[in-house]
């Protein structure tokens, strides 16, 4: 499908780390899983599991194809939190390990964070710093209880933490994290928003090469974009938000942003048919798309009647859908929608892998939303102080992104809670301001 990056095969000059990070992987969590489940006391926190691999092996290590080091961090706590994510032990091994391949995307980010897909796109190893590294170590407790005491928390779900080191390289440290997007669904806008505005631009010139990219606050705005979510789904969502934001500002992090992806169900799934080319994603954001791997494409693509046939009747069923309250059956995604990626109980998940779009009156949108707050480890540390300091002398104090944690976050819920304002509404408070003034 369209949402691939570079396979990562023996060519790719990542294949050695790659083929490292899962085989260590694969190692490391299966001795977790064979283990009889117990509680999680405090010592769990700041274990490290160490293991050095190489072609020999021995009774504890399996051979491996190049020599490394490896450790697995706190493996007991991420055990438990992939539980409570309600993920399959065995799928999560066979998704990242099953074969060796993964994609890699783009270039890495302003950050120089690599990113890869497993090859169901159903996981992302993103590499971190050291410093993010050390940071995820300090607060685990504080997120394990936070999603402890909140299953459908929109932040991102980690399900690993992990460290390779190659004779005479440089240790890379990286977590195992959720796809916010479906393997199953096109994406056909994303969305990266802070609240922020300066530096907050996706150029719309270069859309045109890449039009899958990922765009910002002011291109939303631009667009007099809005999540239409209809009251109820609305609160749960803001609800949830503030209580993620708490977290975030308690331990001091910023920079963190909310992504949304949006599937329009009229468009469905068609286009990856036609323009074979497209990328997602990039977080490197002007690159040119590379070629895909046509496996991935193969993988998901129907015949094209069909998948017209189904873009019809889905447009049938749309628009003689009824408003039914919001938690009955009926407000499920409609069947032909088919190899649904629902993950019961989790509210944000609920259609179709996502949040679909409801008018007022609970009356459904064609859109689905997939949303979570991402790049949630950066620690308000002396760097981002400095940045600070630097910045406000040329901008606008109060918008340059790096604000210290509290009125980071009280940007970002207030800006997204605007976003979540309905056309009339914010229609309506536009006009309430104008008054006043
Ligand atoms: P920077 O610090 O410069 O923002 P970074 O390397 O920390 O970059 P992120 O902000 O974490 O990178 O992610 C960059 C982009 O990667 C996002 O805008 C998004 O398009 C994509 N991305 C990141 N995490 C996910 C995820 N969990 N699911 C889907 N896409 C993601
Ligand atoms: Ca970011
Ligand atoms: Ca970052």
């Known amino acids: ?15 050695v780390t790659a083929y490292n990070m899962l085989t260590g992987i694969r190692v490391a969590v299966s001795r977790t899983n064979a283990k009889l489940d117990r509680p999680i006391t405090d ?25 490394f080091k490896f450790k697995d961090y706190a493996p007991w706590v991420f055990r438990h939190l992939r539980a409570l994510f309600r993920l399959d032990p065995a799928d999560y091994l066979m998704s990242l390990t099953g074969k060796y391949i993964l994609s890699e995307l783009g270039s890495p980010g302003k950050s120089g964070s690599f990113f890869y897909f497993s090859r169901d796109y159903k996981y992302i190893i993103k590499t971190i710093h050291h410093a993010e590294h050390k940071f995820l170590r300090k607060i685990l407790k504080d997120y394990y209880q936070h999603v402890n005491n909140n299953p459908n928390t ?33 994406i056909h806008q994303t969305f990266d928003l802070k609240g922020s505005t300066v ?35 609305r609160k749960l969502f803001l609800d949830q938000l503030h209580k993620d934001v708490r977290l975030l500002q308690r331990l001091q992090i910023m920079d963190y942003s909310l992504l949304i992806g949006i599937h329009d169900l009229e468009r469905g799934n068609e286009e990856n048919l036609r323009d074979k080319t497209l ?32 873009a019809r009747e889905l447009r049938q069923k749309i628009k003689s859908e009824k408003p039914v309250p919001m938690g009955e059956t009926s407000n499920r995604m409609p069947d032909e929608l088919g190899e649904g990626q629902n993950r019961p109980g989790f509210i944000f998940n609920q259609d179709d892998g996502g949040f679909r779009a409801t008018h007022e009156n609970n009356i459904p ?24 300091f630097w910045k406000g002398l040329s901008s606008d104090r109060n918008q340059i992104s790096a604000l210290p944690p509290h009125e980071y976050g009280e940007r970002f819920i207030n800006f997204i809670s605007g976003v979540t304002m309905s056309q009339e509404e914010a229609l309506k408070a536009a006009q309430e301001r104008d008054a006043a003034l």
């Open 365 to 388: 949108g064609g859109e689905i939303y997939y949303l979570g707050v991402i790049d949630c480890l950066t620690h308000y540390g002396i760097i981002k102080k400095l940045e600070h």
């Open 154 to 186: 929109l932040l991102s779900q980690f399900y690993g933490l992990h460290r390779v080191k190659m004779p005479y390289g440089k240790k890379i440290h990286f977590v195992v994290m959720n796809n916010l997007f479906p393997p199953h669904r096109d």
């Open 199 to 233: 530096g907050r631009n996706f150029c719309e010139e270069d859309l045109e090469k890449n039009p899958r990219a990922t765009l910002k606050d002011l291109n939303w705005m631009r667009r007099k974009r809005n999540l239409e979510l209809g009251i109820q789904k």
């Open 43 to 67: 010592a769990d926190f700041s274990v490290k599991q160490k293991s050095t691999f190489d072609i020999a092996g021995n009774e504890l290590v399996p051979s491996a194809k190049y020599d």
């Open 1 to 15: 499908r369209v949402l691939v990056g570079t396979k990562v095969d023996e060519t790719h000059a990542n294949w």
């Open 279 to 310: 990328r997602v994603f990039n977080p490197g954001g002007s690159q040119p798309a590379e070629e895909p791997d046509p496996n991935a494409v193969l993988m998901r693509t129907p015949s094209k009647l069909e998948s017209q046939r189904k």
